[in-house]
């Protein structure tokens, strides 16, 4: 008994029977798993940052990664597939022929539709900070390669343009901060395909950013969709219906926004829009690849080379880069200039209106009303009754007008004697 006792007394003041085995996690949690919706059940052990929390573990927290912003050389170029780094010079070679060294691109959206993860792909490295648990992205951000032959690829990263839901303005002048002075080459604006439709918060989104930037940012625009997987769909709708019917939805907001603050495209005139490209992407690194290592989407579409393709035939087609006019974008977003055109043209119609109906009274007056027609001769002779009552009518304001102008003359002439007999 007393050997039990010690043995007791000994687990009481030892280290734990049981341990996690890795430095950080509390006692027991190697086999605990946490379920995450849209992922399943995890480990805890493999969540080594969020063990932190909890207490667990001597050591001191890991630092957590930086992004890599800012211009350096492209080292993660050499990594990408041969048909992507093509495709990436074809860029270089648009840019050369048009005087250009550098192409930049701008993402825009909400958050969480993998914007972060889409700057990685395009780079081939992991420049860009990308969590599932929470934004990663607080301001906008930059990420500029070179080559070897000075050719600069810039991809500029920002936040969510929304802040519980509603548009943020603050997030919309850091964006108008930033890419202040900048050619923009192409937009890239960010959604998720499998969103099943567009509600207020995308209205809301469109419509801000056409107000603050102008309706022409959209002329420079790609409409990205990511998630582009065979599950993305409603159950039962067709891949390739479904691929036709999510762009069209956020393109209708696009258009309904460019017709309301169109006032600042092409001097004031609103251009018939041009269409807006579409392009499919899946940053997943389960995505499946073609034998030369391209991640693939439904239909066998490398996408990475694919949406670089399309980026470049944007630009072509446009013939200039974009940049934000902040006193434009504000003079066609104020709704007391909107439509100022129509004034004249109003105005225009009122007199017209008026002359007409002055003549629609008159023939009443001669041909006779709602009682019926008058007989040729009351024609005639009201008409010459009018004619001569028109014609008093002239004669009298003539004579009115001369009595003012003698009015006036009178008046001055006092005026000058009343002058003369103070100087006096």
């Known amino acids: 008994e007393e050997e039990e006792e010690e043995e007791d007394s000994e687990g009481e003041t030892g280290p734990p029977a049981a341990s996690s085995g890795r430095p950080g996690l509390p006692p027991g949690s190697e086999g ?20 932190q929390q909890f207490g667990g573990g001597g050591g001191p927290p890991r630092q957590a990664p930086q992004p890599e912003v800012g211009e350096r050389a492209w080292a993660g170029f050499r990594q990408l597939p041969e048909p992507t780094q093509s495709a990436i010079l074809g860029l270089t070679v648009d840019a050369h022929a048009r005087g250009d060294e550098e192409f930049t691109l701008l993402l825009l959206g909400k958050g969480g539709v993998g914007k972060s993860a889409t700057v990685n792909s395009l780079l081939g490295e992991r420049a860009a900070i990308v969590s599932g648990f929470q934004a990663t992205t607080n ?38 901060e930033a890419i202040r002075d900048t050619p923009i080459d192409a937009v890239l604006y960010l959604d998720r395909l499998d969103v099943y439709a567009t ?17 022409d940012i959209w002329d420079q ?26 762009p069209a939805q956020l393109a209708a907001l696009v258009r309904k926004a460019q017709a309301r603050y169109g006032g600042g495209r092409q001097g004031g005139k609103a251009a ?30 490398a996408w990475v080379s ?64 709602e009682d019926g027609p008058f007989d040729p001769q009351t024609v005639r002779e009201r008409a010459r009754e009018l004619q001569a009552r028109k014609a008093l009518l002239r004669k009298q304001a003539v004579a009115q007008k001369r009595r003012l102008a003698r009015g006036k003359a009178e008046m001055a002439k006092l005026a000058r004697g009343e002058v003369d007999n103070d100087d006096e």
């Open 306 to 369: 694919a949406l670089v393709r399309a980026l470049r035939e944007l630009r072509h087609a446009r013939g200039g880069a974009w940049r934000h006019d902040a006193v434009a974008a504000a003079r066609a977003a104020n709704p007391d200039r909107r439509r100022k055109w129509l004034i004249p043209l109003v105005l225009a119609a009122q007199v017209a209106l008026k002359l007409l109906l002055d003549r629609v009274l008159e023939w009443d007056q001669v041909a006779g009303d």
């Open 199 to 215: 509600d207020g918060t995308d209205e809301q989104l469109v419509d801000a950013i056409t107000a603050h930037f102008g309706a």
């Open 272 to 301: 018939p829009a041009p269409a807006l490209p579409v392009a499919l992407l899946e940053n997943h690194s389960a995505c499946p690849q073609n034998g030369e290592g391209e991640r693939l989407v439904p239909g066998g579409v």
């Open 32 to 51: 605990i798993n946490i379920y995450i919706p849209g992922i399943g059940n995890v480990p805890l052990s493999s969540l080594g940052q969020l063990t």
């Open 221 to 246: 625009a790609v409409l990205g969709f990511t998630r582009a997987t065979p599950e993305a769909p409603p159950l039962g709708t067709d891949f390739a219906a479904w691929v036709e019917q999510r």
């Open 139 to 176: 301001r906008p951000a930059a990420y500029t390669r070179t080559l070897p032959d000075g050719f600069r690829f810039t991809v500029i990263d920002t936040p969510s343009l929304l802040e519980q839901d509603a548009v943020s303005t603050m997030r919309l002048e850091g964006v108008a």
